[in-house]
């Protein structure tokens, strides 16, 4: 009889490899013992993902740490993409910069991520020369006095990140490729934060605005895109916190006015809709083909949606609206009394008199993708899209599976008087969160 063939163990190195980048760390070590083999296959990886909670207890603490400078230190290449999400307790901080360090010594780091879910911590940079994306959320970012920049990164991205003024601007004009940036930064003293870009590779930015920033600026990006404008800001907010987010978001608009992607969240318009005049933006895109509105809408009231109104009358090329409706069934529960009045006066609007460009000669496309059953609101914008939209060939409604769509919903939908005559209406379902 035939010896019978080990055809896991006769596998190529780089196939094996491949395995194993496809499980957790600990299961891609444990692997050493299968056989003689795979003793050492897993010290041949280039990426490594962590995902830890460091105890409290001081004893497993350093057992832990002890176990992840030794996986670090017995890889036989290159680390070439390092990934941590860890949560560490308040009066058990990590020493990121050990670690950091470990791997500044393998050389050849291209991707560094950290996510920390745990007390704020403090992250010195080692210099990467190699790094083409960095990712950090909620850290305290320090750069070295000598740091000259990450030559090569591409793509920039900080959450709840504090650093000083003179670090987040070295960061950025230092970056001479950099090609994306996303997140937004507070300052790490008392002080608000100005950052201006300079920067021609880039093609998409992405912006949280807050109050602790005194202007965000673009004035060089020729090959500017995609943007994305939110503001983190609350419904109960204080007037003059909207007009301060108004302010800083319609600067930063004017700016970027050349893209052809843009995606802004409902919190922003209210700021604009607070105002006296109902349309504060002055800013047209007159290159826009693509729009993405997301975010709570059972608040949206007359005012908001005169606003939203006006975006599409600054937007006269727009093809495609994109509008993700992220409503907690809970909280829609507790506004149906406060809300009822406005949102039935959106759900009645009838076809403009005056005329928006986009939607007598452009807009084909309309997604509306809605967390729970379509209320009263994404009702109201639907049905006035379907009534002025001249030229438009779709009119998706995205649902989660389980939430199915009522039959009379349905019907009202299809009952609406049409402005195209090609629209065809759509209901599908995903399980997938928006």
Known sequence: MAEEVDRLSALPLDIKTSVLRLLPIEDAVRTS?????????????????????????????????????????????????????????????????????LIFLKGGLQKLSIDNNGCLALIQLPYFGSLRVLYLCHLHLL?????????????????????????????????????????????????????????????????????????????????????????????????????????????FMADIAAVSDFELDFETIKCFSRDVVPCGLGVQFLQLRSLHLEGIVSTLDERLFATFCCLLKNMPILESLDIKCLDDPNVLEGLVGLVEPDAFKVNKCIKKAD???????????????????????????IRFILLNANVIELVEIIYRRGNEVEPSTVEELNLVEKASPDVNLVFSSTSDWF
């Not at 960061?171 to 950052?195: C, E, I, P, Y």
Request: proline share 3%; net charge negative.
């Open 355 to 381: 005329g928006i460009s986009c939607l007598e000669q452009s807009l084909r496309r309309l997604t509306v993708s809605v967390t729970n059953s379509i209320n009263v609101v994404a009702m109201g914008m």
């Open 33 to 101: 013992s299968l056989s003689h083999s795979w003793r050492h296959v897993w010290t041949h990886l280039s990426s490594l993902c962590f995902l830890l909670s460091f105890p409290d207890d001081p004893d497993l603490h350093l057992w832990w740490v002890e176990l992840f400078a030794y996986i670090i230190s017995s890889l036989r290449g290159p680390l070439i993409d390092f990934y941590l999400c860890y949560y560490a307790h308040e009066n058990e901080p990590v020493d990121l910069f050990c670690f950091l360090n």
């Open 143 to 251: 750069l070295p006095d000598d740091f000259e920049g990450f030559e090569h990164l591409e793509d920039l991205s900080l959450y709840g990140v504090c650093i000083s003024q003179k670090d987040i601007q070295l960061l950025v004009d230092s970056s001479k490729n950099l090609r994306m940036f996303q997140g937004h930064v507070d300052s790490d003293d008392a002080n608000t934060l100005s950052l201006i870009f300079n920067s021609p590779l880039l093609s998409d930015i992405q912006y949280y605005f807050t109050d602790s920033v005194k202007q965000v600026r673009v004035i060089n990006a020729p090959n500017l895109e995609k943007a994305h404008v939110s503001a983190c800001i609350g419904a109960t907010s204080a007037k003059e916190e909207c007009a301060l987010i108004a302010a800083l978001t319609s600067k």
